[in-house]
């Protein structure tokens, strides 16, 4: 009997992966990955030259989504579907054989595997490789430590609501920021209204070929990153005499 | 003229260690580690059996401190001073060949391996690896999702305050509770008046031999886990739909 191996790839760069994420990687005959329909892929794009010659590969493309908005219960709905369909492939694939599924980061930081994680439970074996995850990449790429001493660290969505957001900024030492695209001008205006937009940074394709490191008050309104992460860092907050 | 080269060794099983970490540290010729006095030294654990055998080894030991209270001022200085020696000896070692520095997880999230960055600046070139976080190391060994949807995930040190750490714990998603150790106590009361510690888990030796994953809960009070991390997963907050 085989398993159902997803591969935590880390934020980008091929180099940064981990030993045993690149020989499972290696060696697998049988490699999965999600993609947007017509693209190549963020993950299949880290993996370019490491496959085996002989490996079959399986896109798993997202349902479109141009005729049903997005956060419609139909789209959710196409989405439980497409994730039921997919791991239904997966588990019948895994009855004889190992099957790789490549996964940006790490699997269990906000990673889509989850869903056929869940859904794989109880019918075949599943493994998980960690990853590093992608804001550390990119806190990586502005060669400063994000925590230090009690630093207090916030990780938040920018489509959380702007109140949520700002009470947050306000209560955390060091900030990152993911699920900005066109989130960024609400996020830019929650960290002006916590006081700590002159201190925020913006990471684009950390790690990656086109990385920017660059004040977020610099970015230009019309400019839409692609794969950023704001950051704020800590100041090393002092460690308290524990009772 | 050489570099320092601080290489992030990941949460503790050398096989997670990154492909760039794991050829810096097998082409080093001088390599250099924290250690406390008389011990081997998790970081230099981690590499074993990786290491040239020609390399040179420079364990740095951290000051004694049983003469000095960890808190006092006395001990801030001898900490610096220590700092400032190993800075001199690295930055020197440099000006001819690349050292590289061990640091457990990843170098720039409250690694100690900061202190020298710092006083390295200017002098010679830095250079750092990314590693797998701990953290992501113990959210692994759950086999569960730390975050996903729009979780707003929490980083907290144990030495903070109780009344801090009740008003984080209420706040967050999913947290993830560092230097735990003699602060277990205050950690689990705070999570038991936050209401969040029949939901809490305690991750003992994540990712390396004799990992422990139990519920916080059901450990004793006596009992004080080494390297341990105490987790409390997401359930996955609604994306709210954004105006």
């Known amino acids: 009997m085989g398993r159902v191996i997803c591969a935590g790839l880390g934020p980008g760069d091929p180099d940064l992966m981990s030993l045993r994420a690149a020989r499972t990687i290696g060696d697998a005959r049988h490699v999965a990955y999600f993609r947007k329909e017509g693209r190549a892929g963020q993950a299949r794009r880290i993996v370019e030259g490491m496959l085996n010659p002989q490996a079959i590969e399986y896109p798993m493309e997202y349902p479109v989504t141009t005729e049903i908005p997005f956060d419609s219960p139909d789209y959710t709905q196409a989405l439980a579907r497409f994730y039921d369909a997919w791991a239904d492939r ?106 700590r937009l002159s201190s925020a940074w913006l990471v684009e394709r950390g790690t990656m070929p086109g990385q920017r490191v660059v004040r977020l008050a610099e970015v230009e309104p019309h400019d839409v990153p692609y794969f950023a992460i704001v950051l704020v860092h800590g100041h090393g907050r002092r460690p308290e005499i524990a009772e």
């Open 90 to 195: 997966l588990a019948s694939l895994a009855a004889t054989e190992d099957v790789v599924v490549l996964c940006e980061g790490d699997p269990f930081f906000y990673g889509s595997f989850m869903h056929l994680h869940s859904r794989l439970q109880g019918r075949v074996p599943v493994e998980v490789i960690p990853g590093i995850t992608g804001m550390t990449g990119c806190w990586n790429a502005t060669d400063t430590p994000i925590t230090w001493g009690d630093d207090v660290l916030t990780v938040l969505m920018g489509t959380l609501p702007e109140d949520d957001l700002v009470s947050h900024m306000q209560n955390a030492d060091a900030l990152v920021i993911m699920k900005t695209g066109r989130n960024l001008p609400r996020v830019r205006r929650a960290l002006e209204r916590a006081g």
